[in-house]
């Protein structure tokens, strides 16, 4: 009777071995491409014309910080200064220098610096008031969130405002030369061009 062999223990599998570099690397999150300035903040046909206005008890043409930053950084970025006055804490004040800018066909903007604080004197918005149509009021809001950078919690005392009177722009905005800087740099000069288009000044 033949012999039966025995068939030889199967060899155990090995573990196929893992290629060098077969892993692949997570992939890397895409960088957010930079929100690009929308169409309507294109350059302006031309310069805008701006009256600056300093309301003051104590600052006047030959020490006017503020009001020199304004004028300096609206002539760098192509505009121009149509004029400029200094007035004392006062409503009537004013609201009669604001009246004398607006009566000249050729400015475009307004901007006032000093008086919009919470002192007693500090009647800059109160002496505007009746004499915007409309109010923008995110420009306040806007301004003071930015501004919170530079002085935390003391931001929200600020009064700066914004709003239109005769098809003009008409922007309120502290004395204080960091505060002006940082709403001209951030968001008066972006939109100037575009804001004076929708006035129909351009």
């Known amino acids: 009777m033949a012999r039966v062999k025995p068939r030889p223990a199967a060899k155990p599998k090995r573990a196929k071995a893992v290629r060098e570099g077969s892993l692949r690397a997570p992939k890397r999150r895409a960088t957010p491409a930079r929100p690009e300035r929308h169409a309507h903040a294109a350059t302006a046909t031309r310069p805008v014309v701006c009256a600056v206005i300093t309301v003051s008890d104590t600052r006047g043409r030959a020490d006017d910080a503020s009001g020199d930053a304004i004028a300096r950084r609206l002539t760098a970025a192509g505009h121009r200064v149509g004029g400029r006055a200094w007035v004392e804490d006062d409503v009537t004040a004013i609201r009669r220098a604001v009246r004398s800018v607006l009566a000249r066909r050729v400015i475009d903007v307004v901007l006032l610096t000093g008086g919009t604080g919470v002192a ?24 003071r969130a930015l501004s919170a950078a530079q002085v935390g919690s003391a931001a929200w005392l600020s009064r700066a405002c914004a709003g239109v009177a005769c098809a003009r722009l008409v922007v309120a905005l502290p004395g204080s030369t960091r505060a002006v800087e940082l709403a001209l740099d951030e968001l008066i000069i972006p939109e100037l061009g575009h804001l004076v288009r929708l006035l129909g000044r351009l």
């Not at 007693?120 to 995110?138: F, N, Q, Y």
Request: aromatic share 8%.
């Open 120 to 143: 007693p004197r500090d009647v800059t918005p109160e002496a505007l008031a009746p004499l915007l149509e409309r109010t923008l009021p995110g420009f306040g809001e806007r301004f």
